[in-house]
Antibody, heavy 125, light 107 residues
Framework: QVQLVQSGAEVKKPGASVKVSCKVSGYTLTELSMHWVRQAPGKGLEWMGHFDPEDAKAVYAQKFQGRVTLTDDTSTDTVNMELTSLRSEDTAIYYC??????????????????WGQGTLVTVSS | DIQMTQSPSSLSASVGDRVTITCRASQSISTYLNWYQQKPGKAPNLLIYAASSLQSGVPSRFSGSGSGTDFTLTISSLQPEDFATYYCQQSYNIPRAFGQGTKVEIK
């Protein structure tokens, strides 16, 4: 059973950066495919990026290109999401999620199966 | 990038009603379509994967259909615990876009 435990809530000023961590337990980090999703207050889910710990490569949503960086620390089984140049519109709950892929009898399942508890990031002057 | 469009954005229904939510992809995604349910203050929970396969543990009143660009989530008889927001998500490629959500409220 995978557990994802995220770091605590943050309050930041506009222009600052924030780093949210996601600690994995119950699985080896390099065996997991990690995604980050955010949700602004009262809004929908927004995919931010994907990190593959096996090759340490990240892919980002075009909207966040140049502002978001996903990294890992295999010594602590943690994946980190750093967002820079924060603005008020970045106020949101940030989630990490693992992706599972398997195929059986011609049906392929590619799903976000485990989620962190979410980290509220508030950007306010 | 593939865009996902859900409709309606919200609906009001009564316990026992049949509810249908639609999701359209901006290009064909075969059956790489998932449905999630989200309740306030909680992370999303998977209901349906590969357009029509019921995730283990999910009640059979939930069903999904469709392929290509048009998909449907149906709740055959709405229960009190089903009042929530529902999202479709494409798993055909990266970025893993979500629909904008459909909020199901009590009439």
């Amino acid at each position: 059973q995978v557990q994802l435990v995220q770091s605590g809530a943050e309050v930041k000023k506009p222009g600052a950066s924030v780093k949210v961590s996601c600690k994995v337990s119950g699985y080896t980090l390099t065996e997991l495919s990690m995604h980050w999703v955010r949700q602004a207050p009262g809004k929908g889910l927004e995919w931010m990026g994907h990190f593959d710990p096996e090759d340490a490569k990240a892919v980002y949503a075009q909207k966040f290109q140049g502002r978001v960086t996903l990294t890992d620390d295999t010594s602590t089984d943690t994946v980190n999401m750093e967002l820079t140049s924060l603005r008020s519109e970045d106020t949101a709950i940030y989630y990490c999620a693992t992706e599972k892929r398997d195929c059986s009898h011609g049906v392929c399942r590619i799903i976000f199966d485990y989620w962190g508890q979410g980290t509220l990031v508030t950007v306010s002057s | 990038d593939i865009q996902m469009t859900q409709s309606p954005s919200s609906l009001s229904a009564s316990v026992g009603d049949r509810v249908t939510i639609t999701c359209r992809a901006s290009q064909s995604i075969s059956t790489y379509l998932n449905w999630y349910q989200q309740k306030p203050g909680k992370a999303p929970n998977l209901l349906i994967y590969a357009a029509s396969s019921l995730q283990s543990g999910v009640p059979s009143r939930f069903s999904g259909s469709g392929s290509g660009t048009d998909f449907t989530l149906t709740i055959s008889s709405l229960q009190p615990e089903d009042f929530a927001t529902y999202y479709c998500q494409q798993s055909y490629n990266i970025p893993r876009a979500f629909g904008q959500g459909t909020k199901v409220e009590i009439k």
